[in-house]
């Protein structure tokens, strides 16, 4: 049984930096294609931030040079640093992973995390 859980998510202003978490647990991540997605109120559910299990990192073009995703020193964590973050930027954000298919498609993934909520005040 594969499972994710997300955190690191807060308030913060206009500028600010937040770093998420994600925890797989029951597989070693790095057989998976992970990824970051983000929902904002009221819209879809749209993709951030890619990595690859050959370590291949791929971004959304409205988050590219701000956010950062990697592995971490943790064993089996997977990052999201977040940098100048904007009131646009505020949304759920979600961990999501899939050993078959290394999309950008929400899809292409079969297991997601519950989310960890990010709000950017102006």
């Known amino acids: 049984q594969v499972e994710l859980l997300e955190s690191g998510g807060g308030s913060v202003q206009t500028g600010g930096s937040l770093t998420l978490s994600c925890a797989p647990s029951?597989?070693?991540?790095?057989?998976?294609?992970m990824a970051w997605f983000r929902q904002p109120p009221g819209k879809e559910r749209e993709g951030v931030a890619f990595?690859?299990?050959?370590?291949?990192?791929t971004y959304a073009d409205s988050v590219k040079g701000r956010f950062t995703v990697s592995r971490g020193n943790a064993k089996n964590t997977l990052l999201l640093q977040m940098e100048d973050l904007r009131p646009e930027d505020t949304a759920t954000y979600y961990c999501?992973?899939?050993?078959?298919?290394?999309?950008?498609?929400?899809?292409?993934?079969?297991?997601w995390g519950q989310g960890t909520q990010v709000t950017v005040s102006s």
């Open positions: 999501a992973a899939d050993i078959n298919h290394c999309g950008t498609e929400t899809w292409d993934f079969g297991y």
């Open positions: 029951g597989y070693s991540y790095n057989d998976f294609c």
């Open positions: 990595l690859t299990n050959e370590g291949k990192t």
